[in-house]
């Protein structure tokens, strides 16, 4: 049972490689909970759901309920924890203990809890989660203005370093990766490949994860190869 933090610069692909790596571990035997505060429902969106009030992370926050019952569930071993589809925006009224209350419910709940950290380090969902986070996966990829998220977080960044795994999460090919890895001195443990219908996957509701072809099966087998990462 452990709790991994997804987190990286805006437009890194951090959502994605959440929801991906959620799906894939839930197509073996272990449950698995994605927690994910993103606005404008995004997570919503990827899943092709409509995720209501009483399902969704705020209703787990308010802890009037067990954490089962305010969960989406998306298949017999995934769950999710997000925005409702109602709501354009994160309430942050939430404490401190609310936050913790609910990763240590979580943690105890499932056998992996991933959380897709918003970018602020100062955000309570991000830095509680960070916080208790077993392991870090640190997303690499997106724009050039990733650089400047990596130099303004140092102090952040090595805060957890020692339990970060590095992420050539690849969303674009407009950019010369190995270039880019090369500014953040940091070469990733694992590459997700980038796929050229992602966008048209996504929109449809479908899964990058377990996608025919040589492209889907490349991304299939990164997502698979950073599983057995996380496990070792």
């Given at each position: 049972m452990s709790i991994c933090a997804i987190w990286g610069a805006p437009q890194?692909?951090?959502?994605?490689?959440?929801?991906?790596?959620?799906?894939?571990?839930?197509?073996?035997?272990?449950?698995?909970?994605?927690?994910?505060?993103v606005e404008y429902s995004e997570l919503s969106a990827l899943l092709g759901v409509k995720i209501p009030e009483e399902q969704s992370l705020g209703a787990a926050l308010k802890g009037s309920a067990g954490i089962r019952?305010?969960?989406?569930?998306?298949?017999?071993?995934?769950?999710?924890?997000?925005?409702?589809?109602?709501?354009?925006?994160?309430?942050?009224?939430?404490?401190?203990?609310?936050?913790?209350?609910?990763?240590?419910l979580a943690r105890l709940t499932f056998d992996f809890v991933l959380v897709d950290c918003p970018s602020q380090p100062d955000n309570?969902?991000?830095a509680w989660s960070l916080n208790k986070a077993d392991q870090v996966l640190l997303c690499m990829g997106g724009p050039v203005s990733c650089v400047m998220w990596h130099?303004?977080?140092?102090?952040?960044?090595?805060?957890?370093?020692?339990?970060?795994?590095?992420?050539?999460?690849?969303?674009?090919?407009?950019?010369?990766?190995?270039?880019?890895?090369?500014?953040?001195k940091c070469a990733p443990e694992i590459r997700i490949p980038y796929m050229e219908n992602a966008a048209l996957l996504q929109s449809e509701g479908r899964f990058l994860?377990?996608?025919?072809?040589?492209?889907?099966?490349?991304?299939?087998?990164?997502?698979?190869?950073?599983?057995?990462?996380?496990?070792?």
């Open positions: 890194s692909g951090k959502t994605t490689l959440a929801l991906n790596l959620a799906y894939g571990i839930s197509r073996g035997d272990k449950t698995v909970c994605l927690i994910s505060p019952q305010t969960m989406f569930r998306v298949d017999e071993l995934f769950y999710v924890l997000a925005m409702p589809v109602s709501a354009d925006a994160f309430n942050s009224d939430c404490s401190d203990e609310q936050i913790k209350r609910l990763l240590d309570l969902i991000a130099r303004a977080n140092k102090k952040a960044l090595r805060a957890v370093q020692s339990k970060t795994v590095c992420v050539g999460s690849e969303v674009t090919q407009a950019l010369d990766s190995t270039k880019l890895y090369r500014l953040l994860f377990g996608q025919s072809g040589k492209k889907g099966r490349a991304y299939t087998s990164a997502i698979n190869q950073l599983y057995g990462v996380m496990q070792s």
